[in-house]
């Protein structure tokens, strides 16, 4: 099958899982049949489509027609044969139960047609024990969304014993189609990628309490603001259910063995039904207590090591086992779990030798199976990390961001962390001085164009919680701000000229970086604001002192003052962006606004920018610059060019000369 052959995909299942999958299928555009037990289920599960498709109007990530559309395009049944009888794919998202997926395949085998593939959204199941409830396990794999699917842009794909490629294959192509990310799982083995990831990594920090080696308090801090995970582990557990995390173990536990065995805390909260937010009780209390209070200020070494050793040891037993390659196990973990970094990548940062050595000290003293070190992870010790040097992923010269070249004499800059909404972090803005550097020595270069990864975010802003890992340290905030007013100082100031390209969110410290560009264009959904004073804090990074000379004093003031958001209409009518155009044009539009920049006259831009910046505080030293600069062009060969285009109606080729 290829994937012009797929026009209708039946999705069983309309709880949670099921109607958001049925959702992002009919948003991109194929006729869904949406099919439950019972005619409440379905419609409630219709229901809430419909909902979110409104919700998703109402703030301008699509129109009211293309929302209207889609919920056309969803048909909800009960009846099996209705649902599945014509249908190109089948996404199976029914309970985590062998019992009701044994039933939904005997009953889906028998009317569904020979061509069409089987994929079930199981988080943990075995898809090789799945598939032979079917006839076909050569067009069954799993299919691995992530929770709400609307949001979340990782699908695991992953290969059964006897799947076909070809299988694979268009099942990737299918959730690259439907604006997702897949990444490819080659073993069936418990917990995919990133659930055999997070879900050992919880549990050992229930470990670490349960044996009074830590305190839940050190754990979260420890997790959240010591090593940048998104969420403290307690924390993630609760919101995600102290349940869900622990079938998922026990399953782990049934299948890989002893060194899965769940903590004592953790088997203790679901016998007690403290399962979370859901039930107003989890580790925290979010009933009669304040929630999850995380402190910032009590991270613990042992902590750290023996949660980073963890994940070491899960990731050799992916990578040793051929399950996963580690470029597909960090993508797949900043997609679908929100690390800032990848695990693998976190590992070797750490040291994989010092991570060995806390497994190793570990299994000597409590002689448990979960501290025994995989064999890879022992071999890859000996090389010194899990990438070799030579890896692109750890030996590329940026990671935080991109540098491409469109052609057209232009650099583009691509701000490269959608999973955490392009928000600026220390590395980041390194590697963004280094870029600028890269750049203006490089003589094939005349114009920088500036992105944000993905359609969500130019950039959300400065990475509070990176930030925040820092503690509320005064001086390790003034050497972050200066870093960053370095970083945007440069780019303001560079030779070249630059084209902030904005969609989705230019917010804070991400506002602060596009207003060292020279021209701004932006799509019609992008959002504006300095939202520092909110937190408490102010423009950190040149805010306070670039913005009053784009668009006034007075207005600046408003924008950071209020810290609300503005439409990019607005920002237009203020003087802060050059052109607003549609959403899909952003991109092609702001390439060609800077490959027209490029084409102009390199010397006399350079030196109109440095006239321009020297004389913003001080007139008359602008003015000298300016004649100076004035007389110096009268000398180049860039001047002669221009006149001899001019006087022949022609266009000139600027050298640089």
């Known amino acids: 099958m290829e994937l012009e052959d797929i026009n209708t995909v039946a999705v069983l299942g309309a709880g949670n899982m099921g109607h958001g999958i049925a959702e992002v299928v009919a948003m991109a555009g194929y006729d869904v049949n949406m099919r439950d037990i019972n005619d409440e289920f379905v419609q409630n599960g219709y229901e809430q489509i419909e909902w979110s498709l409104n919700k998703l109007a109402e703030n301008d990530q699509l129109s009211e027609e293309e929302a209207e559309a889609a919920l056309e395009r969803v048909t909800p049944l009960v009846d099996m044969e209705e649902a599945c009888g014509d249908a190109d794919v089948v996404i199976e998202a029914v309970p985590e139960k062998m019992e009701i997926k044994e039933d939904v395949y005997t009953e889906l085998e028998a009317v569904a047609p020979d061509r069409t593939v089987f994929a079930t959204n199981t988080s943990s199941l075995s898809i090789t024990d799945l598939s032979e409830f079917t006839e076909r396990p050569g067009q069954f794999c799993g299919m691995h969304f992530f929770n709400p699917p609307v949001r979340m842009q990782l699908v695991e794909v992953i290969s059964g014993a006897e799947t076909d490629d070809e299988t694979l294959d268009v099942i990737e192509e299918l959730a690259d189609d439907i604006d997702k990310s897949p990444v490819r799982v080659h073993k ?15 549990n050992e920090a229930c470990w670490l309490v349960s044996e009074d080696e830590a305190t839940l308090e050190e754990v979260d801090s420890t997790t959240k603001y010591g090593m940048g995970l998104p969420m403290g582990s307690f924390e993630l557990a609760d919101l995600t259910g102290i349940d869900v995390g622990y079938h998922v173990l026990d399953y782990m536990n049934e299948v890989l063995g002893e060194a899965y065995e769940p903590s004592p805390l953790f088997e203790e909260k679901v016998e007690n039904e403290e399962l979370g937010k859901k039930t107003g009780k989890g580790f925290y209390d979010y009933e009669d207590g304040p929630g999850a209070e995380i402190p910032t200020d009590q991270q613990s070494e042992l902590v750290e090591a023996r949660l980073t050793a963890t994940m ?22 900043k997609l679908g779990a929100g690390f800032p970094d990848g695990p693998v990548k976190m590992v070797d940062e750490f040291g994989i030798e010092n991570a060995l050595e806390t497994l190793e000290e ?33 030996g590329a010269d940026f990671d935080a961001i991109r540098v491409e070249y469109p052609g057209d004499m232009v650099g583009h800059v691509v701000l490269d962390r ?3 909404m392009n928000t600026i972090s220390g590395e980041l803005l390194e590697e963004l001085s280094e870029a600028i550097d890269l750049l203006e020595d490089d003589d094939e270069v005349r114009s920088i164009l500036i992105t944000g990864e993905g359609e969500k975010a130019f950039s959300a802003g400065a990475d509070v919680q990176s930030m925040a890992a820092g503690g509320a340290d005064p001086i390790q905030a003034q050497e972050l701000s200066k870093q960053g007013q370095s970083t945007f100082g440069k780019l303001e100031a560079c030779d070249l000229p630059v084209v902030a390209g904005i969609d989705g969110f230019c917010l804070g410290g991400g506002m602060e970086l596009a207003t060292c560009a020279d021209m701004r264009v932006a799509s019609e959904r992008s959002e504006f604001g300095q939202p520092e004073l909110n937190l408490g804090l102010l423009p950190g990074w040149g805010g306070t002192q670039r913005l009053k000379h784009i668009i006034g004093e007075g207005r600046a003031k408003e924008v950071i003052f209020t810290a609300e958001r503005y439409e990019a209409e607005t920002m237009a009518d203020y003087g802060f962006v050059n052109d607003v155009v549609e959403n899909d044009e952003l991109e092609d539009q702001a390439l060609e606004l800077a490959t027209d920049l490029a084409g102009g006259p390199p010397i006399a831009q350079k030196f109109t920018k440095r006239a321009m910046l020297a004389g913003r505080d001080d007139t008359d030293a602008g003015l000298e610059y300016e004649a100076s600069a004035f007389g110096h062009l009268m000398a180049t060969d860039d001047l002669m060019e221009g006149i001899t285009a001019f006087m022949g109606d022609g266009e000139p080729d600027f050298q640089g000369e």
């Open 188 to 202: 069936d083995s418990p917990g995919f990628i990133v659930n055999r990831i997070l879900v050992p990594l919880m």
């Open 312 to 333: 070491a040891n899960e990731a050799a037993k992916l990578i040793g086992n051929d399950v996963a390659p580690p470029e597909s196990i960090d993508e797949a973990t």
């Open 362 to 394: 570990a299994y000597e003293k409590t002689g448990h199976e979960r501290y025994a070190p995989a064999d890879y992870l022992e071999e890859r010790a000996g090389e010194g990390g899990f990438y070799d040097a030579g890896d692109d992923e750890v």
């Open 418 to 420: 959608p999973h955490r």
